[in-house]
């Protein structure tokens, strides 16, 4: 049999991200990072969020640009829909987290990506924030994520991917475990 | 025989190797010492295979079968090869051990402090203090329970226990039971208690799903003979991950039944994800559940791949029945987030949450930022300091009674080369 090797590229350097972590693992303080969003009031529930600088690495970091986004409620809502509503901003961050670590964990893993797609889809009822029912929560009561995946791979080893970035994804954590969240007024 | 040992050595002496701790790893280097005429002494803080003996629940069984505990010059020769040993067993096993190898033994003596001296260590029991050249950790790698932090949040209302002090379900109150961890040792304990008619929920992480029977034979045999238990701490590709493994799911039974996660969810166990926190005495789960169970039927997917592949190439199929392959974990549509500690239904709280190695004796500075050993398989980075029994320490089966042996060669023979190179040394120095 003829093996050619082929190079795999699916944008990712993993050789960068692998230095990374030695890097950080002798340097244990320049793993700690710190992320950042400001967002402001427009009108009724129409608000600009805008993401730019970080920490970490011991320094203050930035984005090459400042990005920016609208969050409001639909119509439905009585709102006037000029952005995504803010629980769609988080499955937004899942589903690119989880997208991000299949391409990451493909590369190292030498698998050639040819399409990616998440579907996500998260349950929620409006009893929790309406206040209508206590026993009602007002986040989301279930996440669920389809992948479609196109790549030289098998079953399996598709589904072994899919598994290794739910392990590694930072958003996936967030959204599975509880954090502490400290809001303060000054 | 201890006490032969005991007039036959000083109270406290010197000599060229001290050994903590003689549970089967300490032994087993001791016998092979001892074939190389190195003058040594064994101490024990309590009796020979003191952990086995005191700090093991009642039921516990071993996890390898009878045919494969064997130590240098030494192995099972009973009745029943594909048994599991009880503790009683166990400790007897070794007891025995001790007295065929005559190992030097001092049972009852503490180590208290291991610190550099000239030329060597400084070794200080409550019986004295001894002076050697070289010493060598066998005091195993499950000293103290790992209790996470979050166990500081419990309801004061709660038992809390470790699988240190567990033996049995008479020790606890009728009510309900979580046990955190979901091992070897969380699912026996789950299973134990279910048994006893206690409501039992069980939090699930990380695990590593195993059948005990895979066609036919024991899955620890297949283990061996395809030579995974034998893979090499500098082969594999990321050892500090693979030394985090967990134990497999697995009990010793003489039905030799599976115990798994579906075994305790069609039982009425209430399986649930990782304890994740405690708020307002409400314990916290993850909805990782999904996730890792998935993870363990894939990676047990791979293992049964590897094993069929072996047995093709090996000619091992047509000996043995087909191949099979397991029902996938069966996990509910939405798995129970939170459960109130403190609603009085839950009595006792059961951390199966590993152990970690107590090294606060070691007054050497060869700890890393997580108070674990600095090593390259076994040999501690101060000269003349070498460690036994760690997870994956030179090979997979490291941690292993049948482990123990190919280590304690290769170690022994180091310390051996280390010994002899001191003593060259000193003299090059005197001769200079």
Redesign the interface.
């Known amino acids: 049999m003829n093996v050619t090797a082929i190079k795999v590229d699916n944008g990712v350097n993993v050789e960068a991200l692998l230095g990374a972590r030695q890097a950080l693992t002798e340097a244990?303080e320049a793993a700690r990072f710190k992320w950042r969003a400001t967002c402001s009031w427009i009108n009724g529930t129409h608000s600009r969020s805008t993401v730019q600088g970080f920490f970490g690495l011991g320094a203050e970091q930035s984005h090459k640009t400042e990005f920016r986004f609208d969050a409001d409620h639909p119509e439905v809502f009585a709102a006037a829909d000029n952005g995504a509503t803010p629980v769609e901003y988080v499955l937004v961050g899942l589903a690119s987290c989880l997208t991000a670590g299949v391409a990451a964990v493909a590369q190292n893993r030498g698998i050639q990506l040819r399409s990616v797609k998440a579907t996500v889809e998260a349950g929620m009822d409006l009893q929790g924030i309406l206040g209508i029912d206590s026993d009602v929560r007002n986040g989301f009561?279930?996440?669920k994520v389809v992948f479609d995946i196109d790549a030289d791979a098998s079953k399996?080893d598709i589904?072994?991917l899919v598994?290794?970035s739910?392990?590694r994804s930072a958003v996936?954590?967030v959204?599975?475990?509880?954090t502490n969240v400290a809001v303060e007024v000054r | 025989m201890i006490r032969g040992a005991r007039r036959g050595y000083p109270l406290a002496g010197t000599v060229d190797v001290v050994v903590i701790g003689a549970g089967h790893a300490g032994l087993a280097m001791s016998r092979c010492l001892s074939e190389g005429s190195i003058d040594h002494v064994v101490l024990e803080r309590g009796g020979i295979a003191n952990s086995w003996r005191h700090e093991r629940w009642d039921s516990l069984v071993r996890l390898t079968a009878n045919w494969q505990s064997r130590l240098p010059g030494y192995c099972y020769t009973g009745l029943e090869p594909d048994g599991y040993m009880t503790m009683l067993e166990v400790v007897e096993f070794i007891g025995r051990y001790a007295r065929i190898i005559g190992a030097p033994v001092r049972t009852e003596t503490t180590v208290m402090s291991v610190s550099v001296a000239d030329d060597g260590y400084h070794v200080v029991t409550d019986h004295g203090q001894w002076r050697c050249r070289a010493v060598v950790i066998a005091s195993g790698a499950h000293n103290i329970p790992a209790v996470p932090p979050l166990c500081a949040a419990l309801p004061r209302s709660l038992r809390a226990l470790t699988t240190k002090d567990y033996r049995n379900p008479g020790q606890l109150d009728d009510r309900g039971v979580l046990v955190v961890g979901a091992s070897a040792t969380g699912l026996q304990l789950a299973d134990e208690i279910h048994r006893s008619g206690r409501q039992v929920t069980l939090a699930v992480g990380e695990h590593i799903r195993m059948p005990r029977v895979y066609r036919g034979l024991d899955i620890q045999w297949w283990l061996d003979a395809v030579g995974i238990l034998d893979e090499r701490y500098d082969e594999v590709d990321d050892i500090v991950r693979a030394r985090r493994v967990p134990s497999p799911q697995l009990i010793g039974t003489p039905q030799r039944s599976t115990l798994d996660l579906n075994t305790l969810t069609e039982a009425g166990v209430n399986i649930v994800g990782r304890l994740v926190g405690i708020n307002d005495g409400k314990a916290q789960f993850s909805g990782s559940l999904r996730n890792h169970c998935a993870m363990a039927d894939l990676k047990l997917g791979r293992l049964l791949e590897t094993i069929d592949a072996w047995a093709q190439r090996s000619g091992k199929s047509g000996e043995v029945a087909a191949p099979e392959r397991f029902a996938a974990t069966r996990v509910e549509d939405a798995p129970c987030l939170s459960l109130d500690l403190s609603s009085g239904r839950i009595g006792t709280v059961i951390w199966a949450t590993g152990f970690r190695p107590d090294y606060q004796w070691l007054h050497v500075p060869a700890l890393d930022r997580k108070g674990l050993l600095r090593h390259d398989g076994g040999i501690v980075d101060m000269p003349g300091l070498y460690v036994l029994g760690l997870n994956f320490m030179r090979r997979r089966k490291s941690s292993f009674m049948h482990g123990a042996e190919d280590d304690v060669r290769d170690l022994s023979a180091q310390l051996a080369a280390y010994l002899r190179n001191a003593v060259s040394r000193r003299a090059m120095r005197a001769a200079g």
């Open positions: 244990p009561d279930g996440i399996e589904a072994a598994a290794q739910q392990k996936f954590d959204v599975t475990n509880p």
